[in-house]
């Protein structure tokens, strides 16, 4: 993954610029083969795909219950700021203050003593879908910096084991300093590189990987991600991707659940790795996601390529259906 770690994004990059009122749309550099490709995707949709994606996003919190319940959260902060319900996560909620716009959420003493954290509203999905309960052994792949690793382990009432793994030393410490924060003491922080992550023996109930990408759906969060955007990146990743979910695959128990999800909006990373899987491993199935919240229809077919008609149960948001980030989630059941 060396070679390409310069080009990948992952989904839990914070960015702390002004509210999107404070600032004008930003004019996005458009490349003639993102543009054919992203006009044969979203059709008539593709305009407000761009305004959306040069729009700056909404910041948004995680209530973390394994320190402070929602409703005492709110008390804490209910007389500078004001709390929107994320739909899909009922400790999730956009952020604004009451007197004009505030960007340094991170510097409040909610954030520092571990009651929130401050995580995009789209990201909170993976573990959502995942739904993990006391008693699990789950292993988050790709953990770092760790919005959802703790969120898991909220889920978990840190109960049972949660292998918190990541390739890159320099990221571990932010991993450490966020798991320390939020209260976190069934976890493991492991140093193993994904992609040749195997064992024999099958030992997980269930399993997250959110998986590095070439982050289309996060325009809006780093415009230069449409400038470092090319085909030969996306297969490059999709590459270590399905090494990534097929690794993940092995390690289940018979029974168990995997979440699968990117901050792309790549097919080739998204419906066609879950289409790849399906096909190499006959006991695996996409599971139903069910959440309050809009979305557009899976990718079925993509450059003349068929997919396996199950990859229509995956959830696949643009950033204009819920003015958050784009972001792709697949749940497989493996039988």
């Avoid at 991170?106 to 995942?130: F, K, R, T, W």
Wanted: glycine share 6%; net charge neutral; with cysteine.
């Amino acid at each position: 993954m060396n070679n390409v770690k310069e080009e990948v994004i992952k989904n839990e990059v914070i960015n702390d610029e002004l509210p999107k009122e404070e600032l004008p749309r930003k004019e996005i550099m458009i490349k003639p083969e993102f543009e054919k490709r992203y006009k044969s995707l979203l059709g008539s949709k593709y305009d407000e795909f761009i305004d959306y994606s040069s729009r700056h996003i909404r910041k948004s919190i995680r209530v973390n219950t394994t320190k402070i319940s929602v409703e005492d959260l709110k008390k804490r902060l209910k007389d500078d700021w004001l709390l929107e319900q994320v739909p899909w996560c009922k400790e999730g909620f956009w952020i604004t203050h009451k007197n004009g716009p505030r960007y340094d959420i991170g510097n409040l003493p909610e954030h520092q003593l571990g009651y929130i954290y401050v995580q995009d509203a789209a990201s909170m999905i993976p573990p959502v879908v995942l739904s993990p309960k006391p008693g699990d052994v789950i292993m988050d792949m790709c953990a770092a910096p760790g919005s959802k690793t703790t969120q898991i382990v909220q889920y978990m009432n840190n109960e049972g084991l949660l292998i918190a793994n990541d390739s890159e030393g320099k990221r571990l410490s932010a991993l450490g300093i966020n798991l320390q924060r939020c209260g976190a003491y069934n976890t493991i922080i492991t140093k193993m590189d994904g992609e040749r992550l195997t064992r024999k023996t099958e030992v997980f109930d269930k399993i997250l990987v959110d998986a590095p990408c070439s982050g289309t759906g996060t325009i809006r969060r780093n415009y230069k991600i449409s400038e470092m955007w090319s085909p030969g990146l996306v297969r490059r990743m999709a590459g270590i991707q399905y090494r990534l979910l097929k690794n993940a695959f092995m390690l289940l128990k018979n029974g168990g659940e995997l979440v699968y999800s990117t901050c792309t909006l790549e097919p080739y990373e998204d419906e066609g790795i879950i289409d790849h899987l399906l096909r190499e491993f006959p006991n695996a199935d996409v599971l139903d996601i069910k959440l309050n919240i809009k979305r557009s229809l899976a990718v079925t077919s993509f450059d003349g390529k068929e997919y396996d008609s199950r990859v229509s149960k995956c959830l696949r948001i643009y950033p204009q259906d819920n003015d958050s980030e784009g972001f792709f989630v697949a749940k497989i059941l493996k039988n």
